[in-house]
């Protein structure tokens, strides 16, 4: 009964490198949602997809910022040129196909990837 | 803009006394109503969610509370329980849920 996974868990890079962090959504899942949670704040939303598509990406960055959900394999949040303004908790969270375009499936949320640029 | 707001950052309580978190949002347009629990290097927990057509909903120990005209909900926890202790976001979203809103979090302890 495997949960929302993401990897790594802890990543470091240094002021000019990429980032890429990975979620594996709960199987049968199709929806994943991207959050990023800087220190004593909130969690922001950034990007929401199903595979092969984003659905709002209103709260991801102009550049630098990326993020896809292929047919197969993890969800994937890119992120090129790190600065260390990015430095926060990346969390995705997964959710089964709508019923309905006005019903709400809950999200199931992994543990975090906790970005560090140096 | 941060249209859900909760400003009580921390909040301490006896055990078996009721818990009461507060949030309160900006956007008239919200649907639905979350409240999340998250433990350190965890990520969310779904707790008990609202519509806005109620006014209540309860489960279990939980209940919220929500006031549409105030634009104000709240969580309350009875009785509360050491392992209650935890940080504790709202959330709310549109009747689509392609967005999410979170509050910064009350960080809730629960004293044996």
């Known amino acids: 009964n495997a949960g929302v996974m993401q990897n790594p868990r802890h990543l470091v890079r240094r002021r000019g490198q990429e980032a890429r962090l990975r979620c594996s959504p709960v199987?049968?899942?199709?929806?994943v949602y991207w959050y990023r949670q800087l220190p004593e704040e909130g969690l922001k939303f950034m990007v929401y997809l199903q595979k092969e598509n984003i659905i709002d990406e209103s709260g991801m960055p102009k550049e630098r910022f990326s993020a896809e959900f292929p047919k197969e394999g993890p969800s994937i949040l890119r992120i090129q040129q790190v600065v260390r303004g990015d430095s926060a908790a990346y969390f995705c969270?997964?959710?089964?196909?709508?019923?309905?375009?006005?019903?709400?499936?809950?999200?199931?949320f992994g543990p975090g990837t906790r970005l560090t640029v140096l | 803009d941060q249209q859900v707001k909760q400003n009580s950052p921390s909040l301490s309580v006896q055990e078996g006394r009721i818990s009461i978190l507060n949030c309160d949002y900006t956007?008239?347009?919200?649907?639905?109503f979350l409240w999340y629990k998250k433990y350190p290097a965890e990520g969310p927990t779904f707790l008990i969610s609202?519509?806005?057509?109620?006014d209540k909903n309860e489960d279990g120990r939980f209940t919220v509370f929500l006031n549409k005209s105030a634009k104000h909900l709240s969580l309350h926890i009875v009785p509360s329980q050491p392992g209650d202790s935890a940080v504790y976001f709202c959330a709310a979203s549109g009747n689509n849920f392609n967005k999410f809103y979170f509050g910064s979090g009350t960080k809730l302890n629960v004293k044996p």
């Open positions: 969270a997964s959710s089964p196909p709508p019923r309905s375009v006005s019903s709400y499936n809950e999200q199931f």
């Open positions: 956007n008239s347009m919200f649907d639905y």
């Open positions: 199987k049968g899942h199709s929806h």
């Open positions: 609202i519509s806005s057509i109620k």
